[in-house]
């Protein structure tokens, strides 16, 4: 991709800015970014409902889905332009289980009632979604997953238990695999299934992680009645659209515009802290290693930018995702930790436990998101499937080992 900004680049660029500044000011973003208040559900605040807002109106919610469903014509090197300062400014994002991830099966594979009903409300973000593929006997194996539908007359009657399902404690509705057939290959006989999370028959129990978050969970599906017009696509073909869909999750965790964000936050932060007359950036040792995270992380930028540029497109990411999930987790967790490392004795409580009514942390006010934001991503190299896994995908998809 050309990355060279044209005078038409740089207008766009002014644009996308000045909205940003309207929509998501200084304050509303510092707010946030030193706020302990961990996004553990997606109830919105109204700072976070007038951006979403805005964006559909200005029609910007969704810049990559086709243009008939509320994408964007813009060029490979405006969406670039597009990420790049809405990650600089750390405005929220929508919820990637329905515009990342659901979307792009609903518009390839979905019917027309499918599409009419759910895309509009995901752009707006008014259809909270969960993901229910792993269970407790299949994570890694997904394909050994157990959860049955079985059909009768035109519904399907769902039992099994779904785990570590993100946010199904506030999901409106989950997209689900299930197994409607027991093939000769696991791969076949799975299909994927539309669940109204109000359906009785579902129970949502938490699960606690590092950290003491809640934002897993364990769904008990008992005798769940699904209308069959809430399958996508062919029945016993889940596992296709599951796949696709997980090629947009892992590109999405690489989180490639965030980690720049926090690597650049990271190095305020060392300048910031006094150490023997100077600051922590004089520390050649601690310099070398932040230089070393930002070239690793600049190279898997090129790689991004090469994957985007094949979905800009009309393609999909292939299996380079699986790299970019393994490289984009693996920098992401050493920012956090060296993060850690530069707040010192500040970073070691958990700050809410050291906090005294409404004061705020001793030292550096970023500090309080930051060790819960670093004790959860420990699991990044774990959900959308684990990085060993992701280097298995390499060696066959990629190596042709
Ligand atoms: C915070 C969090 C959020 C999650 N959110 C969701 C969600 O919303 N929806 C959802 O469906 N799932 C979700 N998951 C589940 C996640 O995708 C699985 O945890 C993951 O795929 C690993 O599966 P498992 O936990 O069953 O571990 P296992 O499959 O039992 O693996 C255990 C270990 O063995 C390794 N291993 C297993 N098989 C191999 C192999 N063949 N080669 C090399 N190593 C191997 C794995 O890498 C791992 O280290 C989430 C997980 C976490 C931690």
Redesign the pocket.
């Known amino acids: 991709m050309d990355l060279a900004l044209t005078d038409a680049d740089l207008a766009f660029q002014a644009e996308v800015r000045e909205f940003i500044n309207t929509y998501w000011p200084e304050d509303v973003r510092r707010a946030r970014a030193t706020s302990s208040r961990f996004e553990e559900s997606r109830g919105h605040s109204p700072e976070v409902r007038r951006w979403i807002d805005a964006l559909n109106e200005r029609g910007w919610a969704v810049p990559n889905w086709p243009q008939e469903w509320g994408g964007t014509d813009w060029n490979p090197t405006q969406k670039y332009i597009w990420d790049k300062e809405t990650a600089k400014a750390e405005c929220p994002q929508l919820s990637a289980f329905g515009a990342r991830m659901l979307a792009p099966v609903l518009y390839t594979w979905g019917t027309d009632a499918q599409k009419n009903e759910f895309l509009p409300k995901i752009r707006e973000e008014r259809m909270i979604w ?5 269970e407790p006997g ?5 394909a050994g997953l157990a959860t049955r539908a079985v059909r009768e007359g035109d519904e399907y009657v769902v039992n099994g238990t ?1 785990l ?4 199904a404690h506030v999901a409106d509705w989950m997209f689900c695999l299930v197994r409607t057939e027991s093939g000769a290959k696991k791969q076949e006989g799975i299909s994927f299934l539309l669940i109204d999370m109000k359906t009785p028959g579902i129970t949502v129990n938490p699960v606690y ?1 590092l950290g003491g978050i809640h ?2 969970n364990e769904v008990e599906l008992k005798d769940v009645r699904v209308p069959v017009e809430n399958l996508v696509g062919e029945e016993n073909k889940g596992w296709t659209y599951a796949k696709g869909l997980l090629t947009h999750e892992r590109t999405g965790i690489a989180g490639v515009a965030r980690s720049e964000v926090q690597l650049a936050r990271l190095k305020r932060i060392a300048q910031e802290t006094g150490m023997d007359g100077g600051s922590l950036w004089d520390d050649p040792a601690f310099r070398t290693r932040v230089t070393e995270l930002e070239v690793d992380l600049e190279a898997l930028s090129v790689t991004e930018l090469r994957v985007l540029a094949q979905v800009a497109q009309g393609g999909a990411p292939g299996p380079e995702s699986s790299i970019l999930k393994i490289r984009g987790t693996e920098i992401g967790q050493a920012i956090a930790m060296m993060t850690i490392e530069a707040f010192g004795y500040y970073g070691m409580p958990y700050p809410e436990q050291t906090l005294i009514d409404n004061e705020g942390p001793i030292g550096n006010p970023y500090v309080m998101p930051t060790m819960k934001g670093m004790l959860y991503g420990r ?1 990044s190299s ?8 992701q280097k ?1 995908i390499i060696s066959k998809a990629v190596l042709g080992l």
């Open positions: 969960c993901q229910g593929y792993s299949a994570g890694s194996d997904l779904k570590w399902t993100s946010g992680i934002s897993v699991a774990i959900f959308g499937g684990s990085n060993e896994i298995n």
